[in-house]
């Protein structure tokens, strides 16, 4: 198979566009409303509060604002031990910092690449007094969210769900953003549905959904000047965000079925190598299959070293390893990603504590990050595209 370098970039994950959101944003500025108020946040508060089957929603300007809120509305507070998806983007802990909480990190399992329940369950153990646990699901598979809630609730902790990746997941049928007392999901640019940027607050409690909603236009009184007896943000959606993603959720489920043909496209493609896919129990679980993602056999994984900032490998006949694909990608203008970084093991968190599900055990985080890495999975590649992406993958193993 001759492979020439890809013309237009294959990107892991790119905006995909239909139309109806150019109505919706030409909507909001023949009318006037280009601001934090209209009828396009209406509509995507109520769009999403209907497809995830929570009570209330709340449009913000960004994933990050409503982890954020979620964490104010937790209560955390200055000094307080928060439980912490250990093997995720950074800005699911974040916002705990924000607040002056302590993200204490959790191991993850090996059955879903999301926080162990049982890692979750010692922490408790070593860390009795902790109320809130922020929560992952790594791209697009549900952890196991009814265990932990479970969990939560036997200890009177506060559960705060990130589904930034995962939105129309189901775990057992339920919508993944359900199962915490406050939710949250992303419409950044490389999400699943996008509206460029924006996110929103999930939950079934209308007080806590006001008092959010009213942090983020700037905390202001109902009185005739700017009155303030709280902290405010200015973390609204805006009504023209707000038009492309409304736009957008027309097309939800279409967007799945594609990343889950691009999932199983790649199973099938690489069933003869070292490898398999990023795990997810068929059984109980329905990823939205945001990232399609490939885990080297420890015996097929030649030399790498990583530094701080850089990766080296040594080639070897029969072996590879994520460095290798991702500099074979690169070449041929393919983007592919390592798993994301354990927190743990970032500098910014060095001094936080870590807690797996065994007190000796290796991490099981460490060892997915060494060995993983995420695919090409735009839902706008070919599958002639996709079938070379394969090729340069076996490539690498030859
Ligand atoms: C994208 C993402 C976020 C943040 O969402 P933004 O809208 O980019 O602020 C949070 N958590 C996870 C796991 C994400 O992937």
Redesign the pocket.
């Given at each position: 198979m001759d492979i020439k370098p890809f013309p237009h970039k294959l990107w892991l994950s790119s905006p995909t566009m239909h139309g109806e959101e150019l109505q919706y944003i030409t909507e909001a500025y023949q009318t006037n409303w280009m601001s934090t108020v209209g009828e396009n946040i209406t509509q995507t508060e109520r769009l999403s509060a209907e497809y995830v089957g929570c009570r209330y929603a709340v449009g913000l300007?960004?994933?990050?604002?409503?982890?954020h809120l979620a964490v104010k509305l937790a209560g955390v507070r200055r000094g307080e031990r928060v439980f912490c998806?250990d093997m995720?983007?950074?800005?699911?802990v974040n916002p705990v910092v924000y607040e002056g909480g302590i993200p204490v990190f959790i191991d993850s399992e090996r059955d879903t690449w999301n926080m162990d329940p049982v890692a979750l369950e010692r922490a408790f153990l070593l860390y009795p007094d902790v109320r809130v646990v922020v929560v992952?699901?790594?791209y697009g598979t549900p952890a196991g969210l009814d265990k932990i809630r479970r969990i939560c609730d036997d200890h009177g902790a506060t559960m705060i769900e990130?589904a930034?990746?995962s939105l129309g997941a189901t775990l057992c049928g339920k919508q993944t953003g359900s199962f915490g007392h406050f939710n949250?999901i992303?419409?950044?640019g490389?999400?699943i549905i996008t509206g460029s940027?924006?996110?929103m607050l999930l939950t079934d409690d209308r007080d806590a959904a006001d008092r959010a909603r009213k942090w983020s236009t700037q905390s202001r009184e109902n009185a005739p000047w700017y009155q303030h007896t709280e902290l405010g943000y200015n973390y609204r959606m805006s009504n023209v965000i707000a038009g492309v993603v409304r736009g957008q959720y027309a097309h939800l489920n279409e967007h799945i079925a594609g990343k889950r043909a691009i999932y199983m496209r790649y199973k099938e493609g690489l069933a003869d190598l070292p490898v398999t896919m990023n795990p997810y129990d068929s059984a109980v679980a329905e990823p939205n299959f945001w990232l399609s993602c490939l885990l080297i056999d420890g015996q097929a994984m030649c030399r790498e070293t990583r530094s701080d900032t850089q990766a080296s490998y040594v080639s070897e006949k029969g072996k590879s390893c994520p460095a290798e694909i991702l500099e074979m990608l690169s070449a041929y203008n393919a983007e592919g990603r390592p798993i994301?970084k354990p927190m743990h093991m970032q500098p910014v968190f060095r001094e936080n504590p870590f807690v797996t599900a065994q007190a000796e055990a290796a991490p099981v985080d460490e060892d997915i990050f060494a060995r993983g890495l995420c695919l090409p999975s735009d839902n706008k590649m070919t599958p002639a595209e996709q079938d070379a992406v394969i090729e340069l993958i076996k490539r690498c193993f030859a």
């Open positions: 300007a960004s994933g990050t604002a409503a982890l998806s995720t983007f950074a800005a699911t992952a699901n790594l990130d930034a990746e949250v992303s419409f950044n490389n999400k940027s924006g996110g994301w």
